[in-house]
T-cell receptor, first 114, second 116 residues
Framework: AQSVAQPEDQVNVAEGNPLTVKCTYS??????LFWYVQYPNRGLQFLLK??????LVKGSYGFEAEFNKSQTSFHLKKPSALVSDSALYFC????????????FGAGTRLTVKP | EPEVTQTPSHQVTQMGQEVILRCVPI?????FYWYRQILGQKVEFLVS????????KSEIFDDQFSVERPDGSNFTLKIRSTKLEDSAMYFC??????????????FGPGTRLTVL
């Protein structure tokens, strides 16, 4: 069965600095990878996804993620963090053979300090 | 931009009572989903629904749970006899084209269910 791991519960960065939120995955076939963000009292908002093609995927709010097959990783990045980026970030994976069941990581809380 | 909506935002119920959580998916979407997130834990898949029937469900989705699309817009999750451990945030999601692993699921804001 597919799964993702987010090794950091919490990431703290200063505003203006680059940020990275880590995610590694495990699937039996080709992975379809997603990042979602959850602001307080809000639902999960889609940021970006990797299906195929260019390993660097660009998404909403200036975020991007790099698919690395050899390291089975899909880390979320942003060159310059904003205080408003502070939220809970979830990585998710779907296996090509499993159409509907999306498996989420435990989430990483990002705090950007002014 | 169209959004998935959910009502109520917070539901408090007594153990053993039935609850119905409501969702209005994005209008042109065909696949609908329920997930739950117990406080401090992962978001977990419960069930997916397409063409008026369940297409997939997890081991969490036992006989206590049921889903329905009673009309052209609502999608509901019913818990027949709530247990304390059903307390969680329940998220509804929808996607345009079902049955594709590449399709993006869009989530609602969630309903926080508290079972006393």
């Amino acid at each position: 069965a597919q799964s993702v791991a987010q090794p950091e519960d919490q990431v703290n960065v200063a505003e203006g600095n680059p940020l990275t939120v880590k995610c590694t995955y495990s699937v039996s076939g080709n992975p379809y990878l997603f990042w979602y963000v959850q602001y307080p009292n809000r639902g999960l908002q889609f940021l970006l996804k990797y299906i195929t093609g260019d390993n660097l995927v660009k998404g909403s709010y200036g975020f991007e993620a790099e698919f690395n097959k050899s390291q089975t990783s899909f880390h979320l990045k942003k060159p310059s963090a904003l205080v408003s980026d502070s939220a809970l970030y979830f990585c998710a994976v779907r296996d090509k053979g499993n159409n509907n069941d999306m498996r989420f990581g435990a989430g990483t809380r990002l705090t950007v300090k002014p | 931009e169209p959004e998935v909506t959910q009502t109520p935002s917070h539901q408090v119920t007594q153990m053993g009572q039935e609850v119905i959580l409501r969702c209005v998916p994005i209008s042109n979407h065909l696949y609908f989903y329920w997930y739950r997130q117990i406080l401090g834990q992962k978001v977990e898949f419960l069930v997916s629904f397409y063409n008026n029937e369940i297409s997939e469900k997890s081991e969490i989705f036992d006989d206590q749970f049921s889903v329905e699309r009673p009309d052209g817009s609502n999608f509901t999750l019913k818990i027949r006899s709530t247990k304390l451990e059903d307390s969680a945030m329940y998220f509804c999601a929808s996607s345009v084209v079902g049955g594709s692993s590449t399709d993006t699921q869009y989530f609602g804001p969630g309903t926080r269910l508290t079972v006393l």
